[in-house]
């Protein structure tokens, strides 16, 4: 039997570059030798494509000085990377399929999802509108209240408005009420995300946001168990899997305290009140379906302390795929290993063209 000529990226321009190819160190390792030729294109934080020989090259970092460099071609007629050595030759490697594991900015938000659609290449994950549409935050909100699902009060702020800092903190504090919690409005890995108990904590949140993010979103704080739900579009159709639960070892679910802490923890069999998983697990899909997901997504909410109210948080149509990443240890506890997740994913890559 021919092996699947599949591609792997990883990398990215984006602040998640680490996660990134941390991911993509996870999906390497786990992707069924005898199905699969595999090629890895690195991209470079500068954004230069490179030819990755192997995967220690991935977890040593060393593939970041490599002269030998891979562009996916955009036509469809060639379907294939152009790999050109250091001396300057040339040759084609045929691509059958795309395994993305980029994460942020560049590789999250329908970017390169694009380059895959013109090169008529089948790859895994949501298309390029429902990235784009689930990178930003405040898009996700329009198209996720036309479920019912609840979702925490937010105040958006455009560039221009944040030109203005008092103006900015008074329609803040127009519509919320201290604390809230200040995002960039088409981040990820919660960077530049922080906490805001106070007006003078406000500047430099704002500020923070602002640099990673094209507009910036400022939304009430909500009390609760923060828990999330990996969704997944196979051949076999749409699967919710169980509900898990972070402990994080911090005020909240940063960056730090997911991926540098070793405190933070994940429950994957968390108790919750009658019929609270089922709610959740339900809300993950209708989010889903809303925003026009495919492949894969990891869908955020939290519990509400006081109401066990299931509050909409966030969607990631390219979650993690560490060792530590929710996604695939959620599909784990339901007894899918990562090798069978991924050959699930790619297996339904195709279908989606079929």
């Given amino acids: 039997m021919n092996k699947l000529r599949l591609a792997v990226f990883l990398g990215g321009q984006s602040a998640e570059h680490d996660i990134s190819c941390l991911s993509g160190t996870t999906m390497l390792k786990n992707l069924d030798p005898d199905r699969y030729e595999v090629t890895i294109v690195g991209i470079t934080r500068e954004g230069k494509w490179l030819l990755v020989p192997s995967v220690e090259a991935v977890e040593d970092g060393s593939w970041r000085d490599g002269k030998v ?3 996916l071609l955009p036509d469809a007629t060639e379907k294939c990377l152009l790999i050109t050595e250091e ?8 691509v059958d399929a795309a395994l993305p594991a980029l994460h942020g900015r560049f590789g999250e938000d329908g970017t ?3 380059l895959f659609e013109l090169a008529r290449i089948p790859y895994v994950g949501c298309g390029v509108a429902a990235s784009a549409v689930s990178m930003d935050k405040l898009y996700t909100k329009v198209m996720v209240a036309r479920t019912g699902v609840n979702q925490a009060r937010y105040v958006p702020l455009t560039r221009a408005e944040l030109q203005d800092t008092e103006t900015a903190i008074a329609k803040i504090e127009a519509s919320l ?11 990820g890995s919660s960077q530049g995300v922080s906490r805001a108990d106070r007006r003078e904590d406000l500047p430099a949140a704002l500020a923070l946001a602002a640099e990673e993010g094209t507009r910036v979103m400022v939304e009430e704080n909500i009390v609760g168990r923060e828990v ?5 579009t196979t051949a076999d159709g749409l699967q919710a899997s169980g509900v898990g639960e972070i402990l994080a070892a911090a005020e909240f679910y940063s960056f730090d305290a997911k991926y540098t802490n070793p405190d933070s923890e994940t429950d994957l069999h968390p108790d ?4 609270k998983e089922e709610e959740i697990r339900q809300a993950a899909l209708k989010v889903y379906e809303a925003v026009g997901a495919y492949g894969l997504s990891r869908v955020d909410f939290f519990l509400e302390k006081e109401t066990n109210r299931v509050i909409f948080n966030e969607i990631n149509t390219l979650p993690g795929f560490t060792s530590i990443s929710m996604f695939p240890k959620l599909w784990e506890a339901k007894g899918v290993p990562i090798r069978e997740q991924l050959d699930k994913l790619i297996e339904g890559a195709f279908q989606r063209n079929r």
């Fill in 69 to 71: 460099t891979a562009q």
């Fill in 87 to 94: 001396d300057g030759r040339m040759h084609k490697q045929p």
């Fill in 112 to 114: 390169i999802q694009g």
């Fill in 272 to 275: 919750f009140p009658e019929g």
């Fill in 177 to 187: 009420s201290y604390p809230v919690f200040v995002k960039p409005n088409d981040g």
């Fill in 228 to 232: 999330e739900c990996a969704v997944m």
